[in-house]
């Protein structure tokens, strides 16, 4: 499969525009690792485009792979989903544009609602038989419902069910410590959940699918995984516990659009921030802040060609940046590669939020919408 866009749009003078490439073998190869981890479902969570990696390529890539669910943040975009011919099952736990009932029941999107003001306006009277996951906050004061308020959303979401508005099919849950492999610190989370489960049952919702783990909990930690797994960063190769050697799913690359040699003593870019010591040459990628480059990044970030590593030096500016390559003077249209999976000669998303201060997922969902979108 290769991205129309790529085909539609001439390389002018032999210039390959700046791309992100997703990587579908890597997003495969990632839920394997996943699945030998547990035997609960596994949902891919494509929220935020996929981690900018495009919802529907890692979709598609992920449930060809065996992913059980989806997950998105609001209806829409898991309209899209269903609009792209995935049919697996979809949860959408946010909605910032509230909820359109009727696409959710027509589409079967199920929605996750954590209070009863949300039950109330998301799913109101004239909705019809909406499927339901009961969101409980288990220790982060986020979008779940306090424990405080467990039993009123469980008599409402009765009263609810049996006016034919919503089914409950699931319980969810989120683990505070996502981001550290310390399971000591999910047993919390685990105790509450397990008690918002017993207290469904007790009203008679059975035994819903119950869900809490993302990524971090599903390599580190069986006793979060219940019924299902939440798994996103993870698919794209990015492991927030730093256990596993997962595989980056995309490669950003920019062309060489500019190029100079300089003297010894020539400031670069803003504030002359870096002075070159030598006669080097330098080029210009077509990529800034603008693109999601970090301008936190410190003097140690550099790009790829052909094999070896050229630093990036200078001010990152909004459409730009600038490699010294030394002795090595480099065409006009040259590719650099920004970074791509582990392995090769290329930096990782690892390596540029490490130089950035900063957690890769961010630099993932920060790649902006002037960089064309392939998948390989
Ligand atoms: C984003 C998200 C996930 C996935 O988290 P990762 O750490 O990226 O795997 C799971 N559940 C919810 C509710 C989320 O918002």
């Known amino acids: 499969m290769t991205g129309t866009l790529a085909r539609s749009r001439p390389h002018l003078g032999g210039v390959v525009p700046p791309t992100l490439q ?5 997003v495969a190869e990632n839920l394997a690792i996943v699945r030998r981890r547990t035997r609960a479902r596994v949902m891919a969570v494509v929220k935020a485009d996929g981690y900018g990696h495009g919802a529907r390529a890692v979709a598609h890539a992920a449930v060809e792979a065996g992913a059980d669910w989806l997950g998105t943040t609001d209806v829409a975009e898991a309209s899209a989903l269903r609009a792209a011919g ?73 009263q609810a069910q049996r006016q034919g508005r919503i089914r409950v099919v699931g319980l969810m849950g989120h683990l505070p410590s996502a981001d550290r492999a310390r399971p000591e610190a999910n047993e919390a989370a685990v105790v509450q959940l ?19 783990a993302a990524t971090s909990g599903t390599l580190t930690d069986p ?32 062309p060489i659009v500019h190029r100079t040699t300089a003297g010894p003593g020539t400031p670069v870019g803003y504030d002359g921030a870096f002075v070159t010591t030598r006669p080097t040459n330098l080029g210009v990628l077509p990529l800034g802040y603008a693109d999601g480059i970090p301008r936190e990044i410190a ?31 480099f065409p006009l249209g040259t590719t650099a ?33 002037r960089v064309r979108r392939t998948v390989a």
């Open 22 to 26: 997703t990587l579908p073998a890597a």
């Open 86 to 158: 995935l049919t697996v099952p979809i949860l959408t736990w946010l909605h910032p544009s509230g909820v359109d009932a009727e696409t959710a029941a027509v589409d079967r999107i199920d929605v996750a609602v954590g209070s009863v003001d949300e039950l109330e306006a998301w799913l109101p009277d004239a909705c019809r038989s909406v499927r339901v996951h009961l969101n409980m906050d288990t220790g982060m004061a986020r979008e779940g419902c306090p424990p405080p308020e467990w039993e009123a959303l469980i008599a409402r979401a009765q």
């Open 194 to 212: 397990r008690r918002a489960g017993r207290a469904l049952t007790a009203a008679g919702f059975g035994a819903p699918l119950t869900h809490l």
């Open 223 to 254: 006793a979060t995984h219940f019924g299902m797994v939440r798994v996103g960063a993870g698919l794209v190769g990015i492991d927030p516990s730093g256990t596993t050697d997962l595989h980056g799913a995309s490669r950003l690359t920019a």
């Open 299 to 329: 003097s140690a970030a550099s790009v790829e060609i052909r094999g070896r590593r050229y630093p990036v030096v200078g001010r990152v500016s909004m459409d730009q940046i600038v490699i010294d390559t030394g002795a090595d003077a």
């Open 337 to 369: 590669t920004v970074f791509g999976p582990r392995g090769g000669a290329a930096p990782t998303v690892h390596d540029w939020a490490r130089w950035a201060g900063t957690i890769p997922h961010t630099v993932v969902t920060g790649i902006g919408p």
